[in-house]
């Protein structure tokens, strides 16, 4: 057996417990797919990176699991993969740029040294809107959120659409932050949502923010991974943000942050940006919680 270094963080998180829980296993060579599945599946977060050494051109290579898959790109592993690295000495410590190598391709990564540590953000895979296969699949749609009682509160403008950023989510919009924290869906109907359209992790669902400094609610709900609720997702949050580029509600050169997390006990703060690409950058605050050796 092999000792690697081990790390649990909590992502997006201003604060120890507040985040989205990660783990992240260094030098996984030697690990191979049934045994990174395997330990993820044992850990049960909602994701695990494994750290590798990189190919050309960039500083490490991450790969990401949850307990039932692996990802192409995941916004809050990817977020702390960096944070970690930078933790660890793996890169200088003052440096304020890295570039990730994961299977969505090398994606750069920002990072801002405050008082308080290091911020890092990510540039997500350019997102795209995935139309629907045809009026079977819309109507089987518009039938999954009235039985999750969408219809049932006020909804906002944008129109529910599937999104692919690296990994599919089905997005919609709730008329209100109130209703939105307060809505009950059933997870049999969240499950049947994400089969639809293709392979996607499941329906995030945003609304205008209720918390001071945050100009959007979000709840992301991902029942196929064993996990009723995520409790902060960077991936969803950065389609959110495509998705309201794309309609003329963000510009170029914009950003704001999103609440996420309080339904399931955490308070997560993640922060979107979109550069003058029209590429939506991810990030945030990231907290270590346990650091140890892991066998396996």
Not at 72 to 85: E, M, Q, R
Not at 178 to 196: G, N, Q, S, T, Y
Request: with cysteine.
């Amino acid at each position: 057996m092999s000792l690697r270094r081990y790390l649990q963080l909590d992502v997006f998180a201003h604060r120890i417990g507040a985040g989205n829980p990660l783990a992240v296993v260094f030098d996984a060579q030697g690990l191979d797919d049934a045994a990174m599945q395997s330990f993820a599946a044992w850990m049960h977060l909602p994701e695990t990176v494994f750290l590798l050494p990189p190919g050309p051109g960039a500083d490490y290579r991450a790969r990401i699991f949850t307990p039932t898959r692996e990802l192409d790109f995941a916004g809050h592993p990817s977020v702390g993969a960096a944070w970690a690295v930078l933790d660890a000495g793996r890169v200088a410590p003052h440096r304020d740029a890295l570039v990730q190598e994961c299977a969505a391709g090398q994606l750069p990564v920002r990072i801002v040294h405050d008082a308080t540590g290091p911020r890092v953000s990510v540039r997500t895979p350019r997102a795209r809107r995935i139309e629907r296969a045809g009026e079977d699949d819309a109507a089987r749609l518009d039938a999954a959120l009235r039985g999750l009682a969408l219809a049932d509160r006020a909804t906002g403008a944008l129109a529910p659409a599937l999104w692919d950023n690296g990994v599919r989510w089905w997005l919609a919009e709730a008329g209100d932050a109130r209703a939105l924290r307060e809505w009950r869906p059933d997870p049999a109907v969240l499950a049947a949502i994400a089969d639809l359209g293709g392979d996607a992790l499941g329906l995030a669902v945003f609304a205008a923010g209720d918390v001071p400094g945050c100009a959007r609610t979000v709840r992301a709900f991902c029942p196929g991974d064993g996990f009723a609720e995520d409790p902060v997702t960077g991936s969803a949050n950065a389609a959110i943000a495509s998705a309201l580029l794309e309609a003329g509600r963000l510009r170029a050169g914009e950003g704001y942050c999103a609440s996420q997390g309080r339904e399931v006990g955490r308070d997560g703060r993640v922060e979107l940006r979109v550069d003058e690409d029209a590429a939506v950058w991810v990030g945030g605050r990231v907290q270590a919680v346990i650091r140890g050796s892991v066998e396996w």
